[in-house]
């Protein structure tokens, strides 16, 4: 299966998610972090790097509750950052491709 390539918007995104993730973090180990979510240490690497832009939804969601993160917490950061970037280069903020 050949996975089409990601937009700048996606890695961007997957950027914003995996330095939301190593903040919280912070001091703790990758590998004790990772353990907690039921996870490799590596693919954790890869997501706060932000190789992994789109990792699954019970990943996040292992991550987050071992991190003591609330999914609400990430998306509106996420949103925000989001936002903030879309009013840099001109964007309604909010305003969804194709919506009417």
Known sequence: MVRTALT???RARGERLGALLRRARGERSIVAVAAGAGVSAETLRKIETGRIPTPAFF???ALATTLGVSLDVLV???AA???????RDGRVPGARVGAA
Not at 81 to 87: G, I, K, R, T, Y
């Open 8 to 10: 700048t918007a996606e």
């Open 59 to 61: 990943t996040v969601v």
């Open 76 to 78: 509106d950061a996420c």
């Open 81 to 87: 950052e989001a936002e903030s970037a879309s009013e």
